[in-house]
């Protein structure tokens, strides 16, 4: 029913603490007694604020209920949650609190179980079931609608702003009250999410009825992709190091273009184990621009440096060891926006820290490219959600269609082509020999005309590196999709590759592994194809 317009302050007398969080919690509690407001509590909350000497009922004293049922049920009650969402100036609601005895509850500070951590941790399945939170999300929902009389915090950032406003307004004001609102709902929101996706992967559901996607804000951007739009960057709390997850050692803050970007580099040079090579990726505008894998980072910082020197500059590199000072040294010499590794030793770390707009971050450990995952995009009146591209070459059964098997060499090209693949806009064409990339086509209409900018550039940076002949002779070339005519693969050949990687597929396959065959070419086709759009 209609009510009469709730009063801007709104005095706290009591309020209700039940947090799994417990940071900040005594502070707070401190304060609010000193304001002389009545506080009630749960279990270890209840027993942390009482261990600080400080008085708290116990909400089974407002219930005249136990807890029960290991936990499970103490706030689920009529003297909660009709404490919570009593309009206080309408006359049945007033006289249903006289005639039950439910007593008013002005404020609420709540944080849930630790879902999304214990899920993390890798925890069963009965484990995250027994950290799905029920009281929590229902009395924050409950607070969260009676907002105009009702406080309610689940941030303990959000302690000192109450704090302060109780202090100097004698309670809350409703701007801040509507704020904590939608952050409430925001919060049991992404609560939601998480555990609705993991059921969803625990029971292999591929195309549930309902998708939510939640995450937490980590960084407010200054803008977009372009300065007229808004951004910001949040985390979903998947376990998978990289960009989201990583200790920014040094350097101005990351824009939203250097989180894409360098989000992207990492998970190219994740495809390279690095107990078996060191590698490296250098990326601008989410497309590669050199990757090399060698005995030590700073041989293949060099050899990946040598694809595309001028595309180089001002971009993301990625390492998949920890950044030594060799390599430091090496990557200092030109201008860098963000590195991103394992880990920095003690003499790289000087040595960037030189460099002091150049951001380093570390994130102890790689991301597994085999690991199954969400991606998520949106369009128009919706969003498309698909699984990660965690295909790996290594698990590919691999087959020779044409008259000429590749050597051990050009087998060895031939795989690391095809990780790299994965990895470019398409339509994607990748040349490389000795394991380093020497061209790459990305993100073209027509695959023939990647094939020709991939050798343009091969020439362009052959003459940067003061060589005779365009990098890609003597070459192999990997794509990510089919060759659905010929062409593309003869400009392959007439850059000088001599083996080709393919998913095949095409109609015209036959056709394609003639003009392989005429040419004295070896062709591999893979069976997996790795467009990315």
């Known amino acids: ?40 509590s749960t279990g270890g909350t209840a027993r942390a604020i009482k261990e600080a000497g400080l008085p708290v009922k116990d909400v089974s004293d407002l219930t005249g209920f136990p807890e029960m049922m290991d936990g499970r049920v103490k706030t689920l009650h009529p003297m909660v949650h009709g404490g919570l969402l009593a309009v206080r100036d309408n006359e049945d609601h007033k006289s249903s609190m006289e005639v039950h005895g439910i007593a008013r509850i002005d404020l609420l500070a709540v944080n849930l179980y630790p879902f999304e951590e214990t899920v993390a941790k890798g925890a069963d399945y009965e484990t995250c079931v027994e950290n799905i939170d029920i009281g929590g999300p229902a009395m924050i929902r409950a607070a969260a609608k009676n907002h105009d009389y009702v406080t309610v915090l689940v941030d303990g950032a959000d302690y000192a702003q109450v704090i302060a406003e109780i202090t100097e307004e004698g309670g809350t004001t409703m701007k801040t009250r509507r704020a904590l609102a939608h952050k409430a709902y925001a919060r049991t929101a992404a609560y939601d999410a998480a555990i609705s996706n993991w059921f969803a992967d625990a029971l292999k559901e591929e195309a549930p009825t309902y998708r939510a996607i939640g995450g937490t804000l980590k960084q407010s951007l200054r803008y977009g992709e372009n300065p007229h739009q808004k951004a910001s960057f949040y985390v979903t709390g998947e376990n998978r190091p990289g960009v989201a997850t990583a200790e920014q050692v040094q350097g101005k803050e990351l824009s939203y273009n250097n989180i894409n970007d360098t989000d992207a580099a990492f998970e190219c040079v994740a495809e390279f184990n690095p107990e078996e090579t060191a590698a490296v990726a250098i990326i601008k505008h989410a497309n590669p621009c050199g990757v090399a894998m060698d005995g030590s980072l700073a041989e293949a910082y060099r050899k990946a440096l040598k694809c595309d020197p001028v595309s180089a500059f001002g971009g993301i590199i990625a390492l998949n060891r920890t950044l030594d000072g060799e390599t430091a040294e090496e990557i200092a010499k030109i201008f860098t926006e963000v590195i991103i590794a394992p880990d920095a030793d003690e003499e790289a770390r000087k040595i960037i820290g030189a460099k002091k707009n150049l951001r380093l971050l570390v994130t102890g450990g790689l991301p597994d490219p085999r690991a199954p995952g969400l991606f998520v995009k949106t369009v128009a009146g919706g969003f498309l959600a698909q699984t990660r591209d965690n295909g790996v070459i290594d698990d590919l059964d691999l087959k020779v269609v044409t008259k000429r098997k590749p050597g051990a060499q050009e087998l060895a090209d031939l795989k690391f082509a095809f990780r790299i693949c994965k990895h470019v806009k398409s339509n994607a064409i990748i040349y490389a020999k000795n394991g380093a990339t020497v061209g790459i086509g990305a993100g073209q209409m027509s695959r023939v005309d990647s094939a020709r900018i991939a050798a343009r550039k091969s020439e362009d940076a052959a003459r940067e590196a003061g060589e005779a002949e365009a990098l890609t002779k003597g070459s192999v070339v990997a794509s990510d999709a089919f060759f659905p005519f010929a062409d593309g693969l003869l400009s392959a050949a007439e850059a000088g590759a001599t083996a080709v990687i393919q998913p095949g597929g095409s109609m015209r396959d036959e056709e394609v592994i003639a003009a392989a065959d005429e040419k004295d070419l070896a062709m591999v086709m893979t069976g997996m194809r790795h467009f990315r759009h």
Request: charge should be negative; proline fraction near 5%.
């Open 1 to 40: 029913m209609p009510h009469a317009k709730a009063a801007d302050i709104q005095p706290i007398r009591r309020a209700l603490i039940s947090v799994s969080d417990k940071t900040g919690l005594i502070e707070f509690a401190a304060a609010l007694n000193e304001a002389g407001i009545e506080l009630v």
